[in-house]
């Protein structure tokens, strides 16, 4: 039945998108529809958290208008809501009230500057309390002025009155404590838009099956978390996959890092949207590399898919920094991959876990790659495993990608583990995806750590250092599939019927050139 459920309000919201598709580019649209979402969630929390305050008094958060004592009444609900949602809305302000101020009677009514003085208002509520930081600037990327919304001011009411109305009349079902079928769909929405982005599509979003594999990687042996950290959060679909993995309850605190802002506003969004409490996540916007903003934690979990070889500074100065001087290199200008590596084992607790998604290039690069591939291999013995994934998985990109999954102290101190799983998916139009039984072979194939024919092999460190090092896959998965034996017998029978059919073929266009009175090709 959730799934049901699951699946309208995934279609419906949607839909939604269709009212502004061909108005604006899909990011723009996407922070507009992903924004309104978003208010109408906090209107509906707030009416309903309101509503249970007001119960003694027999009246819903509606209805406080009418009430001579409104003003203590008010007072005594803005308390509670700050404290238990971080946040608040007087009654006037919520988003039922505003949708039906703006079709009233069915005819569009001018709302644009009361709905930017309420998002402005929800962000103002926090000042000064514990949730400043987790709603501050979360309604910035809704300009309701731009001029991709409509020329006059007229024509961007009138959108954005459709917008509204439209998702007034979806039931986002917030009664349903059994499942999290609202926060669900606002992952598949951001999945949608991924899909569509391009190349941009990787500054924010990890494919779910990917986010699946990683979560399950961090989480094996494990039902609770003191704490999960995603160094590159984007929109927090990795850290809410782990959240689905051992459930949120057991999970501690949600800690990020992410660089881009509107993606930053997004990921605390999304968030709250799955129920994650604003004093149970701490996403900063800032350089992970340059300006981390956790360097005093270790974490539990890790997990992460960086900005493939990204550029970083690689200043001198970091030689001087505890994540990179024992390496005693650092990664090049040009290809940050190692740099995140080596930031996430900075962070990673002694008992903890790491899984991140990175190029292939880091397997073989040579150089200062190459080094920091050995010092981790050889000196600290972290890594624990490599997983080949098939390549065009991601959005926006085709180049092949692996998993590495470190630890800081490993059963298994002797080996490290290879899966070659680049064969294994389905072909979904222009994406290759995982299907839930190629992720199920990766996951038991890690714990179980068994060699497979032209899967999985285990290495002994021994054969690591006679590799130098290099751990391309296929040096220690051999995936040679060997050619069928030609029948030359049958070959060659086979042309000389292809040399008589030919022949045969050339009489008749002979005749018919004849016939047309026209030279032969031939």
């Not at 802002?261 to 968030?271: D, E, K």
Request: net charge negative.
């Amino acid at each position: 039945m959730a799934e049901d459920k699951k699946q309208q309000l995934e279609q419906q919201l949607w839909k939604i998108a269709d009212t502004l598709r061909g108005k604006m580019d899909a990011d723009d649209f996407r922070d507009y529809i992903l924004g309104f979402i978003f208010y109408k969630y906090l209107s509906e929390k707030m009416y309903d958290y309101a509503t249970h305050i007001l119960k003694p008094d027999n009246i819903t958060y509606d209805q406080l208008k009418n009430r001579k004592d409104k003003k203590a009444l008010l007072a005594a609900v803005k308390d509670e809501a700050l404290d238990a949602l971080g946040y608040f809305l007087e009654p006037d302000e919520l988003f039922s009230e505003i949708a039906r101020r703006g079709n009233s009677e069915g005819k569009p009514k001018f709302i644009l500057d009361d709905l930017t003085k309420i998002l402005t208002h929800i962000e103002q509520s926090t000042m000064g309390t514990a949730s400043e930081e987790e709603f501050g600037n979360l309604f910035e990327d809704l300009d309701l002025t731009s001029s991709k919304l409509g020329k006059s001011e007229n024509d961007k009411n009138e959108l954005i009155v459709k917008v509204l109305t439209h998702l007034q009349d979806i039931d986002f079902d917030l009664h349903n404590t059994e499942s999290d079928v609202l926060g669900d769909a606002y992952e598949y929405l951001i999945g949608k838009f991924a899909s569509g982005a391009g190349k941009k599509a990787g500054e924010f979003y990890t494919p779910q099956q990917v986010s699946t594999v990683l979560a399950r990687l961090v989480t094996t042996g494990k039902t609770k978390l003191k704490n999960v950290y995603d160094p590159t959060c984007g929109s927090g679909s990795l850290l809410l996959r782990v959240a689905k993995e051992v459930n949120e309850k057991n999970i501690g605190k949600f800690y990020g890092q992410e660089s881009n802002p509107t993606t930053y506003n997004l990921c605390r969004m999304n968030m709250i949207m799955h129920n994650v409490h604003y004093k149970k996540f701490d996403i900063k916007n800032e350089d992970t590399l340059e300006r981390p903003a956790h360097l005093d934690l270790r974490f539990d979990a890790i997990v992460a898919n960086p900005p493939f070889s990204a550029e970083w500074s690689a200043s001198p100065l970091f030689m001087s920094d505890d994540r990179y001087a024992p390496y005693g290199r650092l990664a090049p200008k040009g290809t940050a991959d190692f740099a995140f590596v080596q930031h996430m084992i900075h962070q990673l607790a002694d008992g903890g876990t790491m899984a991140c998604v990175l190029p292939h290039g880091v397997l073989f690069r040579g150089g200062a790659e190459g080094h920091i591939r050995e010092y981790l291999i050889k000196e600290k013995n972290y890594l624990d495993a490599v997983i080949g994934l098939p390549s065009n998985i991601f959005y926006g990109t085709g180049i092949p990608t692996c998993i590495l999954v470190l630890k800081k102290k490993r059963p298994d101190a002797g080996s490290i583990l290879f899966i070659d799983a680049s064969q294994h998916f389905e072909k979904v139009k222009t994406q290759n995806v995982l299907r839930s039984e190629d992720i199920d072979k990766i996951i038991k194939t890690y714990k179980t750590r068994t060699a497979e024919d032209k899967y999985s092999y285990v290495a002994s460190l021994g054969e690591i250092a006679e590799n130098d090092y290099n751990l391309n896959i296929p040096r220690y998965v051999d995936t040679f599939e060997e050619e069928e034996a030609v029948n030359l017998k049958a070959v060659a029978k086979e042309l000389k019927k292809m040399e008589v059919d030919m022949k045969a073929t050339d009489v008749t266009i002979e005749k018919f050139c004849k016939e047309l009175g026209i030279d032969t090709p031939f």
